[in-house]
Every structure is written in C-alpha cells, then in structure tokens.
C-alpha cells in the first residue's frame, strides 16, 4: 500500500533561453508520449483480433480467466513492463532532454491511456497534437528534474531554475519538511504567457493552515443531497441549499458567445471541410486554415475556461471546507454522474407538443458544475483524519422516495420539488439530506427513530434557510423550486 501523498504547486524563476529549451523537452516528451500510445495500440488491436482471447474474457471471472488474459498480454506484450522496455531506445536518443525515467514514466501515462480503452472506461485514445502538452515528470527526486533544498532551486540537465518560495509563506516553508517523493514540471497558458511551476508530490499530509477551523467530532453527521447543479446539506447545527460553483454563469454565457465566433470563423476559413447539411465532411483531408484572428479566439476561449477552472476548483475547496466545520461523518448519495451525461437512448414524443423529445442530458451542467469534483475534494480532505466520504446505498435507502413518517415509498415526478407533510412543506432536496443524514450504519436504510427525534430541529433550521433564500437578490435555479 503505498503511503499518503500531497501536492505543493510552486512557481518557477525561468529566462527567456531556459524556456525555449523547456518547450523543446515538452515538445519531446509529445513525440514519445504518441510513440507510445500508437505502439500500445497497436498491440491492444493485434490482441483483441485472436478469438481465444475474447472466449477468455468471456469466461467466469476467477483465477484460471485471470491467468488466460496474463498470458494473452504477454503474449501481445500489452503490459506496462513492455512498454518500459520499447521506449529505452528513445530514452537513450533523448538522453541530453529527457532522462530514462522520465522517459519510462511518459511510457506508463500512454499506457494508462490504452488501458482505459481495455477495460471499457473509454471509447478511444487521443493523442497529443503540437503545444498540447503540459506536464513532465520523474519518478523520484534522484536524478534529472530535481530539487536542491539548500539553494531552493530546481536542477535538470542542464537547466538551473529559482524556486520562488516567499518569506512568509509558512504553509510552503513547512510542507517542503517532508520527504519529497518525485517533482512535475507543468506549464500554464496564463493571458497569453507562458508559466511554468513545479508540483512537489510529497509524503504525508498536508501541514494545518491557522484559519481551518475542522470539526473534532468524527461522530458528528452531515447528509449531502447532490445533483447536477445544486448541493442541499443537513447537519445538526446547519441546514444549508446551495448553487454549485456560484457565479460562474456570467463566464459559462461569455464562453459561449466566443465558441460561436470560434466556430463561425472556423467556418469561414474551411468552406470545404463541410458538408451542405453543416456537418464535417470526414473525406476531406486537406489542411485546416487556421487564421491569425482565428487563433486570437481561440486563445481567448482557452483562457476563459482556465479561469472557469480555477474559480470552480476554488468554490469547491471552500465549500468542502465549510462542510467539514460542521462534522466528519460526511454521508451522500451514490451517483452515476457519467449515466447523466450519457443522451438518452429511446426516441420519445412529447404528449404537450407533439414533437420529440431532445435527447440531451445533464452533460453541460455537469461539466461546468463538477459535482463528481466536490466529493472528491471532501473525500481526499477526509482522508487526512484517516476517515473517507460514506456513500449510501441510493437503490435501499430511496432518499427522494421515503417518508419517514408513514415509512412508505411514494415515487415523485422530478419537477415535483416540495414535499406535502401535516407538519409542513419540505423542499425536496433538503428533506433528501435530512434522510441521508439518519441512515443506519449499515448505509443501506434509514434510522427512522433517529429522524423523529432530529425532526424539529431540522424543520426550524429549513425554515430559515428557504427564508434566507427567498430573500436574496439573484434568480434561483428552477431544481431549486423557488
């Protein structure tokens, strides 16, 4: 098992001629990077041709299938050893850029990408194309892209670049008292420049910031109802209904309208890349005209959606922070966040209009939302306390169906955002987090005793989170039932 790991991102002091020898290494580690993943592909293919494979995969899971399909990847040398050993010869073409390891380790990420493919978590692999290449790193802090405590600098081949640790960035200071396991050198596109920072992956857990303020209480409940776009929380001392990632619809709206012109003069420059339907004509395999306005856009969109990034990942360290205040046995739905992204299969008619149905999902929302995100920043923060995110059986438990006064199941239309008590109206996703919050420990049914006894409380807090929200100044998602 191998031991708790954390990252500290540090920028780097680099000079006008070090960057161009960076570009040069990253535009490297491209090359062998596609090298790879065309060569693991290939095997992959020659495998998956041989017929006894598939009469193994197809066999009952246990150790004689297990050791068909070993020998079936020997055999094809679809392993991550084979590939270790096919990119030696590049390692040592590359020797003064790249070193062995590294070289190994660029190996190793082509072959996740195939592997991926494998076991059916992807449909296909992408490779890299020109400047699209971001990240190098080793596999320890021996040799090549290294860092030198003493003088606070990076050393690679060659290259010696100025670590910038400031003075009173105390987090820093005591995170780099940790061993430090291996470094990554990763470039950002910032307004139009080029960064370039270095991820030490360090052992342990992170060092205590003075403003966290965690609960100690690893017995103290939190309910976690979470959708697409919005995250209800029920907890002892707060009852709380939140907008995932708030105030990100301006940009998502300004993303859009330059994607527009994106396409639009994408379109322009390429008349014949299409069809007259407005499709891409795939038997068209002239060059595509890029034009220097065209790049401009683009540069902008890439910019947009890097600050979309950083706001959203931002939101999400926050919030999970606020959730753990209010207690760490974290409790939530499991979701299968990519069947709502998935378009929908059936062809349907509307009975209102009389038109199909569209057949898009939740892909947009969830893309721009990231729920899938926040749970694993809760969970990886969890961690640290040597505790995890517990995920409720969601097909027992029926959180949006079960009512524990009656104790029944009573199926909801999804735009049925209330529900109807003697006691009174309940928003819906709230009353989700409030029954997640007393499951049993089993995590597969609800502690129905447990709810009557925190029912009040929870109705008094629901009470004045719907007052609170009834009187903000902003327009409320239509999930929300406001």
């Known amino acids: 098992m191998s031991s708790p790991t954390y990252v500290l991102t540090l920028p780097l002091k680099v000079e006008t001629w070090q960057e161009h020898i960076l570009e040069k290494r990253l535009n490297i580690g491209r090359t062998i990077y596609n090298e790879c993943l065309g060569e693991a592909l290939r095997r992959y293919k020659y495998m998956i041709r041989n017929p006894r494979y598939w009469e193994a995969v197809r066999m009952t899971k246990g150790n004689e299938r297990n050791q068909l399909l070993n020998h079936y990847k020997k055999q094809y040398g679809v392993r991550k050893f ?18 062995s390891q590294m070289a190994q380790n660029i190996a190793e990420r082509a072959f996740q990408a195939v592997e991926k493919v494998m076991y059916g978590n992807g449909k296909k692999v992408r490779f890299c194309s020109v400047g699209q290449f971001f990240s190098l790193e080793e596999k320890t802090n021996k040799t ?9 600098r990076m050393e690679w081949l060659g290259l010696i670049m100025p670590v910038i640790l400031k003075n009173h960035d105390e987090y820093a200071h005591i995170a780099l008292q940790d061993k430090i396991k291996y470094c990554r050198l990763v470039k950002k596109v910032i307004r139009g420049k080029n960064r370039y920072f270095v991820q030490f992956a360090l052992e342990g857990f992170p060092p205590k910031k003075r403003n966290q303020n965690y609960s100690k209480d690893e017995f103290a409940r939190v309910g976690l109802d979470i959708g697409t776009s919005t995250l209800a929380i029920a907890s002892e001392n707060e009852v709380k209904l939140y907008e995932l990632a708030e105030g990100l619809s301006v940009d998502e709206s300004q993303k859009r309208i330059l994607q527009r012109k994106l396409d639009c003069r994408r379109r322009a420059n390429n008349p014949n890349k299409y069809n007259a339907d407005g499709t891409i004509n795939k038997s068209n395999r002239e060059k595509w005209i890029q034009s220097e306005n065209y790049k401009k856009t683009r540069q902008e969109v890439a910019e947009m959606s890097r600050k979309m990034a950083d706001k959203r990942k931002q939101s999400h360290n926050q919030l999970a922070n606020h959730i753990l205040t209010l207690g760490l046995d974290v409790r939530v739905e499991t979701m299968n966040f990519k069947g709502f992204q998935a378009k929908a299969k059936k062809t349907k008619i509307s009975e209102k209009t009389g038109r199909y149905k569209r057949k898009k999902r939740f892909g947009k929302s969830l893309a721009n939302r990231a729920p899938s995100m926040l749970l694993t920043i809760i969970d990886n923060k969890l961690k640290y306390f040597g505790l995890e995110l517990k995920r409720i059986d969601t097909a027992k438990v029926k959180a949006s169906q079960f009512e524990h006064f009656t104790q029944t199941c009573v199926k ?27 499951t049993k420990d ?3 049914e609800v502690d129905v005793g447990r709810a009557n006894e925190t029912w009040n409380n929870f109705f008094r807090k629901h009470e004045q989170e719907i007052e609170r929200m009834k009187h903000l100044n902003k327009k409320q998602l239509s999930s929300i039932g406001l």
């Open 82 to 99: 084979d590939l270790n050993r096919y990119v030696q010869g590049m390692g040592r073409t590359f020797k003064k850029n790249i070193g």
């Open 144 to 152: 090549g892209f290294r860092y030198f405590p003493k003088n606070k």
């Open 412 to 438: 909801k239309k999804l735009s049925k955002r209330w529900n109807h008590f003697e006691q009174g109206d309940v928003q819906r996703d709230l009353y989700s987090a409030f029954l997640i919050m007393n």
């Open 442 to 444: 089993n995590l597969r």
